[in-house]
């Protein structure tokens, strides 16, 4: 492999965590649908240990805006009701036996403004990363460049393969912000 090729490598490897945090942390947005990603990392202190909801019991979907959570333990239920009611998500909890159903209100006019902000600032924060990456694997490839590691058509090559791994990095971005602004808007 050569250095141009691992410089790359290196890179896509940076650009899969930052897009794999924004991700997550769009994940955590409320939006008008609701998704099991909302709950399921909310911890519980339940027989003196931290749990998550997802470790509880299984979630799915019920449409258009309920999440239902079988809880596996009946001793949980309302310790998990409880975690949900204290998130402040805007979910209105209540069960009938081993299943909890988490109901959505749906997004006002205000909110929905705060939540579009804050989803533009947390992409504009991913694409900082994003240009700062590619500085940093730019500048390591110009490094190489004056230590005559590798050739001036390598490093060409090796700039050319960095900016089309930004741009798909870039376009994945985009495309996560475009579905979460949709999300919003339903």
Do not use: C
């Not at 250095?3 to 490598?9: A, D, F, G, L, P």
């Not at 003196?48 to 019920?62: A, P, W």
């Amino acid at each position: 492999m050569t250095i141009s090729e691992q410089i790359t490598k290196d890179l896509e490897t940076a650009l899969v965590g930052v897009t794999a945090k924004l991700k997550e942390d769009f994940g955590q947005i409320r939006g008008n649908r609701p998704s099991p990603d909302m709950i399921q990392n909310i911890r519980i202190n339940l027989y003196d240990q931290q749990l998550t909801i997802r470790e509880l019991g299984s979630l799915s979907v019920l449409p258009p805006r309920t999440i239902q959570i079988t809880v596996w333990d009946p001793g949980a239920i309302s310790a998990v009701m409880k975690a949900i009611d204290d998130a402040h998500l805007g979910l209105s909890t209540n069960n009938d036996g081993n299943t909890i159903r988490a109901t959505l209100s749906p997004l006002g006019d205000e909110r929905r403004d705060e939540m579009t902000k804050l989803v533009k600032k947390i992409s504009e924060a991913s694409r900082i990363q994003i240009r700062a990456r590619r500085e940093d694997a730019v500048k390591k490839l110009k490094d190489s460049e004056n230590r005559k590691e590798i050739t001036e058509d390598d490093a060409f090559k090796g700039k050319e393969k960095i900016q089309k791994t930004i741009d798909k990095a870039n376009g994945e971005v985009e495309l996560m912000v475009n579905n979460k602004l949709n999300e919003l808007g339903e």
